[in-house]
């Protein structure tokens, strides 16, 4: 590198292909003195040889989109959303197959009867350790959040369906103005599944109220509050962060 030949270097670089993490520097080498095919060649190769390597599937992943193969790229994509099905995951798997010519709605509607089945499998291994455990949505919702498309994500979310609280509370949040009365409803069951276990100084559950009242009649917040007085007068330090 010192004398600027990168031909030995890479010849240097190829002397030594052992390991994942020699092959995935052997293949920013290649990029960078313009050998393309070769960049993918080498990252095909090391990929073949560790397959579970991260670095190697990112390397194959860069060559095939900067070189237009879009169903490779595709394909990658899909199965690094079923390791790992984040939002981040998911959006850049619809971009690949919007990349590769797919329809995007039906796509779209794939990976959502993929990420529901996958919802059914881990309720089958909850219901056995928990008799009763309801169906957990919070895959799609978070998939519905991302994508901005709260009222579907709604729908989704109703009882007996079941989500992680704070899947629920941004969704009340995110709703708009006509749906007061669904997001208060999507709040009480946040306050409901967070008072068991709350502890002084209560701010989370405090903050859930005051979303509620925010969304309620005059008359509605003075009732609610004086139920509040009454079920949870034990807990003193709440009592006293009420409006």
Not at 125 to 138: E, H, I, Q, T, Y
Not at 152 to 166: F, M, S
Request: glycine share 4%; charged share 30%; aromatic share 6%.
């Amino acid at each position: 590198k010192k004398q600027g030949d990168p031909q030995a270097v890479l010849h240097a670089l190829q002397e030594h292909q052992r390991e994942a993490h020699e092959y995935s520097e052997l293949v920013p080498h290649c990029e960078s003195i313009g050998r393309y095919r070769d960049a993918m060649t080498f990252a095909q190769q090391g990929l073949q040889r560790f397959p579970d390597d991260w670095r190697l599937e990112a390397d194959v992943l860069r060559c095939c989109e900067r070189d237009g193969w879009d169903e490779e790229a595709l394909a990658i994509r899909r199965r690094q959303l079923e390791r790992s099905p984040s939002v981040e995951n998911y959006g850049a798997v619809l971009r690949a197959a919007q990349a590769a010519g797919r329809e995007q709605a039906a796509y779209r509607q794939e990976l959502m009867h993929w990420a529901a089945a996958r919802e059914r499998a881990e309720h089958q291994k909850a219901l056995k350790r928990r008799p009763g455990a309801p169906l957990d949505v919070g895959l799609r919702t978070r998939w519905l959040l991302h994508e901005g498309e709260v009222r579907e994500a709604l729908a989704l979310v109703q009882p007996p369906h079941g989500c992680a609280v704070e899947l629920l509370r941004e969704l009340a949040l995110r709703l708009p103005k006509p749906e007061h009365d669904a997001a208060l409803a999507l709040l009480r069951r946040v306050f409901d599944a967070l008072m068991p276990a709350a502890s002084s100084p209560y701010q989370a559950e405090l903050a859930v109220v005051r979303e509620m009242l925010a969304r309620q009649t005059p008359e509605a917040r003075d009732q609610w509050l004086a139920h509040l007085h009454l079920t949870y007068k034990a807990k003193r330090n709440f009592i006293k962060g009420l409006p």
